[in-house]
């Protein structure tokens, strides 16, 4: 999930709005890789690997300072029309990070409006993973609902041309919009991911786990995956794996964390997650993705 839209620039902190600069501030951030990318592990909810892929975050490092979030400057970078500028960063360094052959092989990228309405970025897309020796289909661009609805021949050139090189597309806060069954006939779509609004309501709402059904029932006709973002108790977890939804994401599952600390740990298996001692501490959520925590209750 990305947070650049819908962001007013002036509601930038007092950090920011010091800045004499900004357009300047930002380009030598750029240059001298003053962003940091973090990322969040997205679980498989059944299979053999838990994490087999995860969404890259970004954050802003000012010097002596802590870690700006996205909502603080990618307003900015929209404001000044800088966001494709940042989106082949981030897709530069996720590209260095899958060459060294990371445990968690493919890496959701945030696209933005901007990015999507740019022609060229397609043939920068394909030098890089040229450059980098890493197959696209370790790539998957997460696009938001409303950007593929708001753009529709920009997206379907994009989608197309990434598609078509081999990388995955991905639908974010999927069923928002009325007319969310749309984007599900935009090319190349391989992934949506259901908005947390609608994921958070599926224990207590039967209006909510209706549309779940809905959505499920449309997206397998297509061979199109769901992903549940904002999974953060053990109730929705388990309604998610009941009604055979295959991915999860959110505090619950695993909290986003250096890309640097995800890419050196080592695989992550279901038979791993059964033994306490073995499973990498750095990668574990708040919740027991084997469904044992379930079978301890009702032995006891």
């Not at 500028?85 to 990371?102: F, H, M």
């Not at 209006?207 to 995956?225: E, I, P, Y």
Request: hydrophobic share 45%; proline share 6%.
């Amino acid at each position: 999930m990305r947070f650049h839209q819908r962001h007013p620039v002036s509601a930038m902190n007092q950090e920011i709005a010091q800045w004499t600069d900004p357009v300047a501030y930002l380009r030598q951030a750029l240059k001298h890789d003053h962003f940091t990318l973090y990322c969040q592990p997205i679980a498989a909810l059944s299979g053999m690997v838990v994490y087999p892929m995860a969404e890259v975050l970004i954050r802003l490092a000012e010097e002596e300072k802590a870690l700006l979030p996205p909502g603080e400057f990618l307003p900015i970078l929209e404001h000044y029309g800088m966001m494709p500028e940042l989106d082949r960063w981030v897709v530069r360094e996720a590209l260095r990070r899958l060459s060294t052959g990371p445990e968690i092989p493919r890496f959701c990228v945030n696209v933005s409006g901007q990015t999507i309405a740019d022609p060229k970025f397609p043939d920068f897309f394909a030098h890089e993973i040229m450059s980098s020796g890493v197959p696209a289909d370790c790539v998957v661009f997460e696009i938001d609902e409303a950007d593929a609805l708001a753009l529709p021949t920009s997206i379907r050139r994009f989608m197309a041309t990434v598609g078509s090189l081999g990388a995955g597309v991905l639908i974010d806060g999927f069923g928002r919009a009325e007319d969310y069954l749309v984007t599900l006939g935009l090319p190349c779509v391989q992934f949506v991911k259901v908005h947390g609004s609608l994921t958070r309501y599926l224990a207590s709402d039967e209006a909510a786990v209706a549309k779940m059904n809905t959505l499920l029932h449309v997206t397998s006709q297509l061979g199109v995956a769901v992903i549940a973002e904002s999974v953060e108790d053990l109730e929705i977890l388990t309604r998610l794996k009941t009604m055979n939804v295959r991915y999860a994401q959110g505090f619950g599952i695993c909290r986003p964390q250096s890309i640097d600390l995800v890419s050196e740990l080592p695989v992550m298996r279901f038979s791993d997650r059964c033994d306490e001692e073995s499973a990498p501490v750095p990668l574990r959520g708040r919740l027991d993705l084997t469904g044992r925590q379930q079978r301890n209750g009702a032995a006891a």
